[in-house]
Structures are given as C-alpha cells and as structure tokens.
C-alpha cells in the first residue's frame, strides 16, 4: 500500500551564524552555530509525498516546477541517505528501500532570497521521508545538513545549536536543541522583507569564496565564536535579553564584514538594511537599555529580537521611521513586513 505524508517545517534564524565549511561534500562546518526554530505557523516548507510499490519513477517538485535529482547532488545524496537508513532500520528483507518516491514541496515565502528557504527545504523533506517510513530521528539532522547545512537546525524547534565537530566523517556534527520553545515564550521575531528576489551570490558560494580569501573569517573561527557560542547559549539559559541582543548584533555584523573581506566582497546588505541597524541602536539608546535586536542572513532583510512586553512601543516608533511596515496582529513568535528596496 502506498505511504502517503505531508509536513511542515519552518526556517531558522542564526544567532551565532554559520559561513564556511571544512568539508564542501559532507556539509561539515568550520564553526559552531546557534539559532531560534519559528513556529509552524509562520515562514515554511509544506513537503507532501507518496511512495510505494507502483510509483515508477521519483520525481521532486518545488513550488509547482520539477526539479532534476540526478542534477542535483544534494537531493540524491537525500535520497540514497533515507534509503540507507531503510536498510538498516527495516531490515534487509523490505522492500520499502526500493519503493520510488513523490515529493511536492511549497514554500510559503520567497526562495532563495536570504530567508532561509533551503534549511526548511530540506528539514522538511528529509523529515516527511522519515515520518512516511517509520524511521527514528536520530539520524535526520546530519541527513539534513548534507542537503544544506542549516537545514540540521530546522529539525528541532526553540532554540538549536549545530556543532562543528571535529571528525573526518561528520559523526559529531550534528544539531542538538538547547532550550525549547516554551523556554522564552515571551520572545518575538519581526521579520523585515527589505527584498524577496533571489540573491546574487548564493550562500554556498558566499562561504566557499571567503574560506578562501578572508582573513577575519579564520580570526573570527578562531577567537571569537567558541566563546561567542558559551555566552549566548548561557545569555538564552538565563532568558538575559541584554545579553542575547548584544551577542546577536556582534555576530550579524562580523558576518557582514567577513563578507566585505571576502575577495571579490559579497555585499548582502543595501541601504535600508543600513537604515534598520541604525534605527535599533538609536532606539536602543533612547531607551537606555537593550530592548531591540537586528541579525540579517545573506541577504538584506531584516530579523528583529524583541520582548513581548516590548513590542507594542516598538512597532509604532517602527511604523512611524518605515511607514509601510504592516504589522500583523495574528502572529505567534513572528511578524512579517515588506519594506520597499
Ligand atoms: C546561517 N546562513 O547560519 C547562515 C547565516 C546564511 C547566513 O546557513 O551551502 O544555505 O547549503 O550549507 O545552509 C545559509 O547557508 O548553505 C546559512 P549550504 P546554507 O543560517
């Protein structure tokens, strides 16, 4: 009979921020990562898929288009990953190994244009394989990394952190969830959508240029994240929001420069990127402590940490510096806005 799942997973915001590997095939990082998982509500990847024993061929589609899996190395390495897993957790005498697959995937936000879409991409699909096959979630996130090495992130909700590990083969890189959800439930997320068309230098060409050319990114690999990553993960134990804020900015803008440093430079952020970094530390300032956070991906749009007691205050003073910010009154952990470019 034939499986039939569907599943949500939603993006991730980086806090301590991935950017260069120490293996390209593997998906195995140079540093450590830290980041907050969105509700399933929000920002997301729907995947749905059929297998079974009359189902002739495998076929992916993304957002209404098909997509090549023989073209795309990650997606087949997904494939042949679960089927693996197959193997081992169903014995050798199944043939769900050999059942071909549909996959039908949505997202329902701009992909490719810095908002995380492929972390959810490949959370989703490789969870959604798993649940249609009965497969324990142990091994998802390291399967899921090797589709895009954010994606191990999504796999767990509240807060996560992706290990860099130090093994050939990747065994002890994997996510592990520090603190969930219901932890800091008075944490919120404004998403600022500054531009949602698809980035010029994609993120895996982003990190491979500046492991190769950029100083500040060994300095910062070096001297900064280990310690970066005790704090914060310290600063979210403690719900210190002064501290998580502050270590939060620090990364966003050492990433940033990192990628200034690289040769050619990637320049994710524009203008009005600019113009939200300095509005929170102006906000910030006339408050007298920190109540507003900023971190941007490869990309200019803008994630925004603040508390929920802080939030009514914060939105008008924003809805009055960028007035097309549209404040959405149903979220839970986030708010999503546009902004013009
Ligand atoms: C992060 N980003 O930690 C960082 C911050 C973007 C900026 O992870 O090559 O799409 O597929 O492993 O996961 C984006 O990189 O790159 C990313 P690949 P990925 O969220």
């Not at 719900?239 to 900015?249: G, P, S, V």
Request: aromatic share 8%.
């Amino acid at each position: 009979m034939d499986k039939v799942v569907t599943c949500v997973a939603p993006v991730n915001i980086a806090v301590i921020k991935y950017w260069g590997k120490r293996d390209e095939h593997l998906i195995l990082p140079l540093n450590d990562s830290v980041s907050l998982t969105l509700d399933c509500d929000q920002m997301h990847t729907k995947t749905s898929i059929i297998a079974g024993p009359l189902i002739n061929e495998d076929s992916v589609w993304l957002n209404g288009q098909i997509m090549s899996i023989e073209r795309n190395e990650r997606l087949k390495k997904c494939f042949d990953l679960i089927r693996n897993l197959i193997k081992i957790q169903k014995g050798k005498n199944s043939q769900e190994e050999k059942w071909k697959i549909k996959v039908c995937s949505e997202n329902n936000f701009p992909t490719a244009a810095g908002l995380a879409s492929s972390a959810a991409g490949y959370a989703c699909l490789v969870y959604t394989l798993a649940n249609a096959f009965g497969l324990v979630n142990k091994d998802l996130p390291s399967i899921a990394r090797q589709g895009s090495g954010s994606a191990c992130r999504s796999i767990y909700g509240g807060f996560v952190q992706w290990t860099a590990g130090v093994d050939d083969q990747g065994y002890d890189s994997t996510a592990v969830q520090i603190a969930a959800d219901t932890h800091w439930p008075e944490m919120r997320i404004i998403i600022l959508v500054v531009n949602d068309s698809k980035k010029k230098t994609s993120s895996t060409v982003g990190m491979k240029q500046a492991v190769k050319t950029s100083e500040l990114l060994k300095y910062r690999i070096q001297k900064c994240v280990p310690e970066r990553t005790k704090e914060i993960i310290q600063a979210i134990t403690d719900k210190n929001f002064e501290k998580f804020a502050e270590i939060t900015m620090r990364d966003s803008n050492q990433f940033h420069a990192i990628c200034l440093d690289t040769y050619p430079p990637c320049v994710y952020l524009n203008q009005v990127s600019h113009e939200i970094i300095s509005f929170v530390h102006d906000y910030n300032e006339a408050t007298g402590q920190v109540k507003v956070a900023y971190t941007f991906d490869a990309g200019p749009n803008a994630f925004l940490f603040i508390q929920q007691n802080d939030l009514s205050l914060f939105m008008s003073e924003l809805v009055n510096v960028f007035p097309t910010v549209q404040p959405n009154s149903s979220y839970l952990r986030g708010i999503v806005s546009t902004l013009p470019n």
